[in-house]
């Protein structure tokens, strides 16, 4: 079976368990090499790989490697994405908020054949959502609640002087579309653009953050009102050990998604 190449930009809550479950075998795909902040510490975390990639900068990860998934912060992303798409690779963005503002990028990729590809990441159902799409869908809203721990440094929260790690109760911090959500919460709303780009865009989106003491998981109830269908769904995340922003299931998400794309039998759309 051919195989593909694999990069992976940062190797943190996300990245580093992707890494690993490459390491240990997925058919068809191959971890050829990282890209990290700190080269030692990406040598210590990988101390046991079976093969170890290498580790690059940025820039130089296209010329291994076929497919270029993105975990790092969002600050990174634009010059992933860039290297990425300039070399006609497979783009995979953990930061998919970040392609909001940046949807020239598509356009990009569409002259240089790169393809981009949203995984699901910690939502769900963006499979009924897409088909929902492709019929005449009236509203997408999507409510999330975190812990406050895992909404704490949201440059949204800090703008407007709201100090989450000391409320009480339940705290709707933001209420607004995919865009300015994606915008104030970079590192915790990714979910919403992928919502918005899977359904009706980040315009039309509605999103609901809460500042929720009373959850212990990243919680996400997404709302669909089409003419196919009525969708509610939650999914209820177990916040990763190494980053209570990210729910646990990214990283699988993520491996399940290059799955989907080397294997033979592919279930959901
Ligand atoms: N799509 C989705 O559903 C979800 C998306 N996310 C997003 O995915 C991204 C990754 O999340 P997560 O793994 O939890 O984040 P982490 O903070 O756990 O990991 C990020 C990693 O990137 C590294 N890094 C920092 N700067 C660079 C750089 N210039 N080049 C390469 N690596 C770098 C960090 O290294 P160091 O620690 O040494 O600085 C760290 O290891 C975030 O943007 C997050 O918001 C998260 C959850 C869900
Ligand atoms: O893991 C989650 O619950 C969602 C998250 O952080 C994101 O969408 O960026």
Known sequence: MESYTVGIVGLGAIGLKLARALDEGV???????????????????????RDRPLILDIAKLPRECDIIVEC?????FEEVATAAIEAGCVFVPSSCGQLL????????????????IVPTGALLGLDAVRAAAEGEV??????????????????????NGIDVT???????????????????????????????????????????IWADPGVTRNTHTIRVEADSARLTMTIENV??????????????????????LVSTLKVGS
């Open 166 to 208: 000391t409320i009480a109760q339940a705290k709707r911090v933001f209420a607004g579309n995919a865009f300015d959500a994606a915008a104030g919460f970079p590192a915790n709303v990714n979910v919403a653009a992928a919502l918005a780009m899977a359904g009706i865009g980040p315009e039309r989106t509605t999103v609901e």
């Open 239 to 260: 916040p990763s050990d190494e980053n209570p922003r990210t729910g646990r299931i990214t990283a699988l998400s993520l491996l399940a998604c290059l799955r989907g």
């Open 101 to 116: 503002p940046r949807m020239h990028l598509v356009e990009r990729a569409r002259e240089t054949g790169a393809r981009i």
């Open 72 to 76: 790092a912060p969002a600050a990174v």
């Open 138 to 159: 009236e509203s997408v809203t999507i409510e999330t609640r975190k812990p406050p721990r895992g909404l704490a440094g949201a440059p949204y929260l800090e703008r």
């Open 27 to 49: 058919p068809g795909l191959k971890l050829a090499a990282v890209a990290v902040r700190d080269a030692e510490k990406a040598r210590q975390a990988m101390k046991g790989f």
